[in-house]
């Protein structure tokens, strides 16, 4: 079965600081990976996704993704976090076979940006 | 602010009672989810449907009934439950059934039983 790792449980930034989320899948084959993020209160919104093409993939809110197939990894990054960016983070996937529509989630990352 | 409406947004029950949780989309979407995400854990699958019809169960107990009385509509009748079924209950829709269309989530239902 497929999987989704992700490493960093809970990270502690300041603002202005660098941000690089880790996620990790296990699967050979073709698949589609999104970030979505869960602000406190709010429902879990889609940051971005990967299908095909170019492995560098732009989202909303500054934030992209970059897909690197040998390492079976999608990280997600933001050059300068701010505090309104606090939130939980999944990565997850879907495989593309019939009835594929069962995303799979990753444990989620915990992010603070501090003032 | 999401286009899943789901209702009721809290909800207490007893372990004898009988309810049920609602979600509606305008979007057009065929394909509905329901997700039960406990604290500091991330959404687990239980149900979808696709064009109205039932595919995929993730071994859900019974005390869990969905239904999809049209392509807007997702219900979750819960009957019987346990201490352990409190959570959060997120709705979700996508376009269709394909892998590479985005679901789109709820607010979700919090829920506990008592």
């Known amino acids: 079965a497929q999987s989704v790792s992700q490493h960093n449980h809970h990270v502690i930034l300041s603002e202005a600081a660098s941000l690089e989320l880790g996620c990790n899948y296990s699967y050979g084959g073709t698949v589609n990976l999104f970030w979505y993020v869960q602000y406190p209160g709010q429902h879990l919104q889609l940051l971005l996704k990967?299908?095909?093409?170019?492995?560098l993939v732009k989202g909303i809110k500054g934030f992209e993704a970059e897909f690197i197939k040998s390492k079976f990894s999608f990280n997600l990054r933001k050059p300068s976090v701010q505090w309104s960016d606090t939130a939980e983070y999944f990565c997850a996937l879907i495989l593309p076979t019939g009835g594929g529509n069962k995303l799979t989630f990753g444990t989620g990352t915990q992010l603070k940006v501090e003032l | 602010d999401t286009e899943v409406t789901q209702t009721p947004k809290h909800l207490v029950m007893g372990m004898t009672n009988k309810k049920s949780l609602k979600c509606e989309q305008h979007?057009?979407?065929?394909?509905m989810y329901w997700y039960k995400q406990k604290a500091k854990k991330p959404p687990e699958l239980m149900f979808v449907y696709s064009y109205e019809k039932l595919s995929i169960n993730e071994s859900v107990p019974s005390r869990f009934s969905p239904e999809c009385p049209n392509s807007s509509l997702l219900n979750l009748h819960l009957h019987a439950l346990q201490p352990e079924d409190s959570a959060l209950y997120l709705c979700?829709?996508?376009?269709?059934?394909?892998?590479?269309?985005?679901?789109?989530f709820g607010d979700g239902t919090r829920l506990s039983i008592l």
């Open positions: 979700a829709s996508s376009q269709g059934n394909r892998g590479n269309q985005p679901q789109h």
């Open positions: 990967y299908f095909s093409g170019d492995p």
């Open positions: 979007m057009g979407h065929r394909a």
